[in-house]
């Protein structure tokens, strides 16, 4: 309540709890002093309750959302959450992350680990800044995204290796006939690792020689999925698959088939082994998965596919991501530059003689 002062004006204070949180002098009547104490206390509720999100309980939220996503995505998004609660605090109003405190964190990680790194964090900051002011809104969450108007990092992209079509023959050559089944599944397909692994019987129509690809690349982390034609050869690769696969009643198109493995009939996770050994076994230079889709992709563009078609096979939503997985790969660079011969049987002008 408002207290009077000597000289005859009126001193108003704000208690919260008990606590002095706010006071004002110089005010000339009774009833001016009270408007502003209710006012002001409204105002510090308010404000109260809106600092109620910490850091932790938006991070907590968020990876529990996050558990939609492929695992991958989910232990990169984890990492970022760990490195930003030990940096800012758990207890961190979230209302209180500015600009400036992003980009002094993106630029030790910059500096500690690459630019590329740096800019993932700034991408994972920024979907789960966006996400926290839809579903968390009621909680406190500032509207403003405070790592919008941060940079990306400048970065020289590496080139990435493309093995050349001999060295993949060499790979189907070393395959036994269980190995020949998955290896030219991907081949055939252009499809991620995870795309292969989540195949299922229902995912084959050898009636219509199709076949059903299903990733998690979409923003919200749900199911997409792409039917696409197969190729001669995998129609037979796979007809014959279904008749010698050693456990005819599970649902997995491809598994493990060890029976001396705890994980026997259990569909494939990384197989992270299986095409480091067959490198060694075809005598070929060490290669990843990714190596093979951007051998689709570049084998296709060098025999004339149209850019749409191959991003359709590889699925990919944006098809500069495509563009980038294209890499010459044929050898005999010399018989195609010759295309740009306009007439080879005209000889070449000879120099003309300058005039005194």
Avoid at 74 to 94: D, F, Q, S
Avoid at 202 to 224: C, F, M
Avoid at 282 to 310: D, Q, T, W
Wanted: charged fraction near 30%; glycine fraction near 4%.
């Amino acid at each position: 309540m408002p207290f009077q002062e000597a000289d005859g004006t009126y001193r108003a204070v704000v208690k919260i709890s008990r606590k002095r949180v706010a006071q004002k002098r110089g005010f000339k009547s009774y009833r001016a002093a009270h408007v502003w104490e209710v006012e002001e206390r409204e105002r510090l509720l308010k404000k109260t309750e809106q600092r109620s999100l910490e850091l932790l309980s938006l991070t907590i939220e968020y990876m529990e959302y996050a558990k939609r996503y492929s695992s991958d995505t989910y232990k990169e998004k984890l990492a970022l959450t760990n490195r930003i609660l030990a940096r800012w605090g758990k207890a961190m109003p979230v209302e209180d992350i500015n600009p400036k405190m992003g980009l002094d964190y993106l630029q030790e990680q910059e500096q500690a680990r690459s630019a590329n790194a740096a800019n993932r964090d700034r991408k994972n900051l920024v979907a789960m800044w966006n996400w926290g002011k839809v579903f968390l809104k009621d909680q406190g969450m500032p509207e403003a995204n405070p790592f919008l108007i941060i940079k990306r990092f400048a970065h020289d992209r590496a080139p990435q290796y493309v093995p050349p079509r001999a060295d993949v023959l060499k790979l189907k050559a070393a395959c036994d006939p269980v190995e020949y089944t998955y290896l030219c599944t991907m081949l055939q397909t252009g499809g991620r690792r995870s795309e292969i692994h989540r195949l299922c019987m229902e995912d084959v129509d050898l009636v219509h020689r199709k076949i059903r690809l299903k990733n998690r690349k979409s923003r919200d982390g749900s199911l997409q999925e792409r039917w696409i034609d197969m190729s001669d050869e995998l129609t037979a690769v796979l007809t014959r698959w279904l008749k010698i696969r050693p456990i005819k009643d599970t649902v997995w198109l491809f598994y493990v088939t060890d029976d001396r493995s705890p994980h026997y009939g259990k569909p494939f996770t990384k197989r992270r082994r299986f095409l480091k050994g067959l490198c060694k076994r075809a005598g070929v230079r060490e290669m990843g998965y990714h190596a093979l889709r951007r051998h689709v992709a570049s084998f296709l563009a060098a025999k004339g596919a149209p850019l749409k078609f191959i991003q359709d096979v590889l699925g990919h939503a944006d098809i500069k991501t495509t563009d980038r997985y294209i890499y010459n790969i044929i050898d005999d660079q010399r018989s195609l530059i010759n295309l740009l011969n306009t007439d080879e049987n005209k000889p070449i002008p000879e120099e003309q003689s300058k005039s005194n």
